[in-house]
């Protein structure tokens, strides 16, 4: 299957900063990626979905203006948390999906913690 | 909305038992159906999949079939292994959303030597 890479895996920023989550896909376009975060022990809740070249639409309740989402690029998009607080400690997960594609494929997330 | 249910975990089983875990969705739409597993730490990897009523998606010994007279697509395996300790997410992509797909609580499974 297609490969999704996800950087970094794990990463501790203090509070009040900034973190960026790169995902690539790195064997086809990704046309669509999407974000997710999950919750320990939680499914995954789906943040915000972006196309190529446009804008991400959040879902709801997610704050655009804290979770920054760029896909400028066919083979990657970052999600930035901006002035992190310990409350956004989660793990993170991307995936993508190519134009042809049904399939979603799923980076290996990242985890996040803020202290 | 688009929803999709499985049966709580943790499923603690003996190496070599058969598993099943339930799933039942909700859709507006003609909905594909899928199985993820996550193994600790990691994302997801998709275990299998059914595109269509009737199917049945099979890889590494599970199986599911796409029922859609129950609106079920419950997982199955005859006979678990150690490795295969991990959460099973079950999952659909509608069409009439915009193929996001949606995913049930996820269950935890640990086999047991």
Known sequence: GAVVSQHPSRV?????????????SLDFQATTMFWYRQFPKQSLMLMATSNEGSKATYEQGVEKDKFLINHASLTLSTLTVTSAHP?????YICSARGHLNTEAFFGQGTRLTVV | GDSV???????????????????????????SLFWYVQYPGEGLQLLLKATKADDKGSNKGFEATYRKETTSFHLEKGSVQVSDSAVY?????DSAAGNKLTFGGGTRVLVKP
């Open chain 2, 5 to 31: 249910t499985q049966m709580e975990g943790p499923v603690t089983l003996s190496e070599e038992a058969f598993l099943t875990i339930n799933c039942t969705y909700t859709a507006t739409g003609y909905p």
């Open chain 1, 87 to 91: 409350e956004d400690s989660s793990f």
């Open chain 1, 12 to 24: 501790i920023c203090k509070s009040g900063t900034s973190v960026k989550i790169e995902c690539r």
């Open chain 2, 89 to 93: 997410f079950c999952a659909l992509s």
